[in-house]
């Protein structure tokens, strides 16, 4: 059985190893590089790991798994009725297809948004690095988890670094844990400036609601817009992202799709842990075996320099401190989700009586 993959990232590295032995798997992809781990270019771009370290599988990696690699070659359009994928390099039959296309950055719809760059691949990484080492500091628009890693690994390396964040609140967390966060990377450098809304750009800085910050080096990470581009020329529904069900099928048939181009009931993953996870289920689903995906329960740890932060579940209303460094959420008496600053380790343990819908004395 012949798999295509569209997308060689997180998802669909992870299904292809997943599947290889048993599937002739290729994998079609519009770069020309091998996979490299996204979450790792502020690091780079900080000076914290060499180029090379982004690079965890060598070609000949990919050769002896079987896995047969098109690289720089773009998916243009699915044939659905002949099951062939139309590419710039022609046609590709296939069994089964999966979408694993990914995100892009959001760009802002403001005047000046060209003075404001996005950082998603190892090109924008390599721009922002060497304007970043001339300059000495940057602006970063965002105060998202890509934006936070960002502001950690860069003012950890000793650059001055300044955050516009148009909301009151950091990654959806309520005040406490924000103020936390922002005290944490303070303390290393880090200006704040939330509730600033940006409203224009240019060379020399942006021009927000409360006034003109200046920072010549712009990285804007305000969000992503998931890569559905092909689903759409191929007459397979879209919403925000491509449409799913909780097999990650399309409503095209022997269509499937993972990771930041996919939505299951209004929900985009959003980071590189989901999409391995989405390829994990998907794997063995296409083996015939049961499985599924908790879409809706989110659980990821974050790095902002020497500061990591683990958020589990739900994090929203009524709040309590195991300790000083977990704070627990509830619903209804039953623990639904939790934030652990620093002492991660506990995470995996914690999520797991989390989804057992323990109450906060079974912890």
């Given amino acids: 059985m012949r798999l ?69 070659t773009k998916a243009e359009v699915i044939d659905r009725l002949r099951k062939k994928l139309i590419t710039s390099a022609g046609e590709l039959p296939y069994d089964l297809l999966v979408i694993a296309t990914g995100a892009s950055p959001r760009e802002p719809m403001i005047e000046g948004k060209e003075n404001l760059m996005p950082l998603r691949t190892l090109k924008d990484a390599e721009k922002i690095k060497k304007l970043v080492e001339n300059e000495g500091d940057v602006l970063i628009v965002g105060g998202g988890f890509i934006g936070l890693e960002l502001a950690g690994n860069l003012s950890k390396a000793g650059y001055r670094v300044k955050l516009v964040h148009r909301g009151s609140n950091l990654l959806g967390l309520d005040n406490e844990l924000t103020e936390l966060i922002m005290e944490e990377l303070a303390s290393k450098g880090v200006e704040f400036y939330l509730n600033a809304n940006v409203l224009k750009a240019d060379r020399e800085g942006v021009f927000t609601e409360k006034g003109y910050i200046e920072g010549r080096v712009k990285i804007c990470a305000i969000g992503i817009i ?51 996870g989405h390829a994990r289920v998907l794997a063995n689903l296409i083996r015939g075996k049961e499985d599924s995906y908790a879409f809706e329960f989110r659980s990821t740890v974050f790095k902002f320099g020497d500061f990591p932060i683990a958020i589990i579940g739900e994090t929203k209303g009524e709040g309590h401190w195991l300790d000083n460094r977990t704070k627990v959420f509830l619903k209804e008496g039953k623990v639904v989700g939790a934030v652990i600053i620093k002492d991660v380790k506990k995470a995996l343990e914690l999520e797991r009586k989390i989804k057992s819908r323990v109450s906060i004395d079974e912890l």
């Fill in 4 to 72: 295509l993959i569209v997308g060689n990232g997180p998802g669909g590295v992870e299904l292809a190893k997943q599947l290889s032995d048993e599937y002739e798997v290729a994998i079609i992809e519009q770069e020309d590089l091998p996979y490299y781990t996204k979450p790792m270019l502020s690091h780079y771009i900080a000076g914290a790991v060499k180029k090379e370290k982004l690079f965890p599988y060598s070609f000949e990696w990919y050769e002896n798994k079987g896995i047969e690699l098109r690289l720089g």
């Fill in 226 to 276: 998931p890569n559905k581009e092909l689903a759409l020329k191929s007459g397979i529904h879209a919403g925000r992202g491509i449409l799913i069900d909780d097999r990650f099928r399309t409503s095209a048939r022997d269509v499937y799709a993972i990771g930041d181009c996919a939505e299951y009931n209004g929900i985009i993953c959003g980071t590189a842990k989901g999409a391995m």
